[in-house]
C-alpha cells in the first residue's frame, strides 16, 4: 500500500512535469499535527533504536570497562575474538540445527491441528480455546513443569513411554537430547500458529474441493494440490516469523540448562541467545556480546532474505494480480 | 457461480451455494459450515479420536501441575494425577518459603504500566500515520515496520547502558520505560484500524470545529477500543512473561522485587538438590500454578481478543 502511494505520486508528479511545476503541498498545519502524533515514536526510535544501533555497533568496535563505564576503541578485535571463539560456532550450529529441527515440527504440527479443528465447524471453538491454554502459562511455568516432567528417571513423560515399551532418553541431560525437549516445549505451545492456519484454511473457497472431488481427487492429493497451496502465504509468513524466533531462543534454554551450575551437557544447550546474555551481563564483556548481536542481526537477515527470494516463487496470494 | 463463503462468518441457515446440491447424495440441504465434516463414520471417529488424544496431551501438563502443587515433597514425581496425600498445605505455607505476594504484585504494577503506555501511545502513533499527511509519511512508517524484524540482541546492551546513563538501574522502570514510546506491532495493528474508518467522521467534526487531539480522543478513540483491548492484553501478557529483562534489571536487587519470572527461575534453584536445596518442589508448583492462574483469566476473560490478534498478524496488511 505504502509502495502504491509512492508510485502514484510519481506518475502524478510526471504528469504534472507537463504543466508548470508545482510542489506538491502539505497543509503546513496538518503536517505539524501529524509529526506530533508521532512524536512519541519518532523519539523512541531515535533513541531506543537507531541510537541504540548506532551506539551498539560503536560497542562492539571498543572495549567497554564497566567499572569506569568507559569505552576505547578496539578496531576488529572483538569479531576476531568472535571467529576464534568456539563456543561462538557451537551456539550458532546449535541455534541452527534447533532451528532447522523445530520450525518444520511446528509448522506441520499447527497445520495438522488447524486441519483437525477446521473439520469440526462450529464446536471448533472449545477446542481451539483448549489447545490455547498452553500458549497462556507463562514461559517459566511451562519450564518448571517440563523440568519434572521431563526428568530422565522419574518424569512423566518417560514413564508414559515405558507404558507403551519404550525406553525413554534421558532428556535434560543425554547430549543429543537436549534439543528435542526444548522442541517438544516449543511444539506444547504451538497454538498461535494454528489459529493463524486456522484463519488461513476457512478462506480456501470450498468449489475447489468440489471440482476437485468430482475429478476423482483424494483427500491427500486435494490437500497437497489444492490446500497447501492456497495456504502458502500464511506458511510462508509462519516460516519466517518461527525461524526468527526459533533462532533466539532463550527463555526456556536458560531456565533449563543454564539457571544455575549444573549443567550435564552445556555444548549441546549451549543456545546463541543464551551465550550472548552471558557475554554481555554475566562476563559484562559488552564488545564482544555487541558483536555477537550483530553477527546474529546479519545471519537472520540473510535466513530471511534467502527465504523470501525462495519463497516468492511457491507463494500465491489471493487478490494480487 | 456461487459466492464463496470466505473469513469465518456464518451464513445464515438457509443459504445454500448452487453447488453443493450436485455432489450431495440427496437434495437434502446442507449448511454450509457443516460441509468439511468427514461424511463416513470411519472419518468422524478418526477426527475425534485424533482431537481427544491432542486435548488430552495438551492438558496433560496442567493436571500434573494442579496435581503435584497438592502433593507433599516424596510425592511430587509419583506422577498420580490424584495425589495420594493431599496435601493443601502447600498453598499455605508457600507464601512463607516465597515472597510470592511481591513477586506477583511487582508483575501486576509493571504490567499494567506497560500495557497502559504501550496502547496508548501506539494508538496515538497509529492515527498520526492513519490521518494525516505529512512529508516522510510512507518513509517512517516504512522504518516502523522495518524494526518489527529487528533481533532484540542488537539494541540489548545499548538500552542497558541507556538506562543505567539515565540512572534507572535499581528502579524497575527499564522493564516498562520504553512503553512510553509505542512499538511496531502494535502501531501497525492500531493504523490498520484507522484506515478504515471513514473519513467523513472526520470531516463532519472538522467542520464542527473539533480541534486535532479532539478527532483522536472523541472520534477514533472510541471506535478503535477493541484493538486497543487487544493490544493491552498481548502486552501485558508479553510484560508478566518476560524473563530476559528481569534477569537483566532485577537480579542483582532484593529477591521481594523480583518479578514473576524471575522469581520462579530462584525458586527452581532454590529448591534443586544439586545446589544445596531440599528438593521441595511442591513449592515451585504452587509458585507455577499461582502465576498461570492470572493469565487464564485473562484469557477467559479476553479469549476472543486474544485469538483476534494472532490471526490478524497472519492476514496481509
Known sequence: MAILTRTRSAATETARAERPLKKRTYNKREALAGYLFISPWLVGFAVFTLGAMAYSLYISFSYYNLAKNTTRPAGLDNYRALVEDPKVALALKNTLFFAVMAVPLEIIFALLLASLLHRLGRSAGFFRTLYYLPKMTPSVATAAVFFLLLNGNTGAINKGLAVLGIQGPQWLIDPAWVKPSIVLMTLWGVSGTMVIFLAALKNVPRELYEVASLDGAGPVRQFFTITVPMISSAIFFNVIVLTIAALQVFDQAFLLFWRDQTNASPESSLFYGVYLFQQAFRQFDFGFAAAMAWLLFVIIMAITAVQVRFGNRFVYYEGDR | ?317
Request: net charge positive; aromatic share 16%.
Open chain 2, 1 to 317: 457461480m456461487a459466492l464463496t463463503q470466505s473469513g469465518s462468518g456464518t451464513l445464515p441457515v438457509g443459504a445454500q451455494p448452487a453447488g453443493v446440491a450436485a455432489t450431495g447424495t440427496t437434495t437434502r440441504r446442507r449448511r454450509p459450515d457443516r460441509w468439511y465434516r468427514p461424511r463416513s463414520l470411519a472419518g468422524r471417529v478418526l477426527l475425534w479420536a485424533l482431537l481427544v488424544m491432542f486435548s488430552l496431551l495438551f492438558l496433560y501438563p496442567f493436571l500434573w501441575l494442579l496435581a503435584a502443587s497438592f502433593k507433599p515433597k516424596g510425592q511430587v514425581f509419583d506422577n498420580k494425577l490424584i495425589p495420594e496425600t493431599f496435601t493443601p498445605g502447600n498453598y499455605a505455607e508457600v507464601w512463607r518459603q516465597l515472597p510470592l505476594l511481591s513477586w506477583m504484585g511487582n508483575s501486576i504494577m509493571i504490567a499494567l504500566l506497560a500495557a497502559a503506555l504501550v496502547a496508548i501511545s501506539s494508538s496515538v502513533v497509529a492515527f498520526g500515520f492513519a490521518y494525516f499527511k505529512f512529508p516522510g509519511r510512507t518513509f517512517l512508517f516504512g522504518l516502523v515496520l522495518a524494526t518489527m524484524m529487528l533481533p532484540g540482541a542488537v539494541t540489548l546492551i545499548p538500552q542497558y547502558l541507556i538506562w543505567k546513563n539515565l540512572g534507572f538501574l535499581g528502579t524497575k522502570v527499564p522493564l516498562w520505560g520504553a512503553n512510553l514510546f509505542g512499538s511496531a506491532f502494535y502501531i501497525f495493528l492500531q493504523r490498520q484500524f484507522f484506515l478504515g474508518l471513514p473519513r467523513e467522521l472526520f470531516e463532519a467534526a472538522r467542520v464542527d470545529g473539533a480541534s486535532y487531539f479532539g478527532l483522536f480522543r472523541r472520534i477514533a478513540m472510541p471506535l478503535a477500543i477493541p484493538s486497543f483491548i487487544i493490544i493491552f492484553l498481548f502486552e501485558f501478557q508479553a510484560s508478566w512473561n518476560n524473563l530476559q529483562a528481569a534477569l537483566i534489571y532485577l537480579n542483582a536487587g532484593g529477591v521481594e522485587d523480583f518479578t514473576v519470572p524471575l522469581g520462579i527461575a530462584y525458586a527452581m534453584t532454590k529448591y534443586a538438590p544439586g545446589n544445596g536445596g531440599q528438593g521441595d518442589y511442591q513449592y515451585v508448583m504452587v509458585a507455577a500454578l499461582m502465576v498461570t492462574l492470572p493469565m487464564l483469566v485473562l484469557f477467559a476473560f479476553g479469549q476472543r481478543y486474544f485469538i483476534e490478534g494472532v490471526a490478524t498478524q497472519g492476514r496481509k496488511g
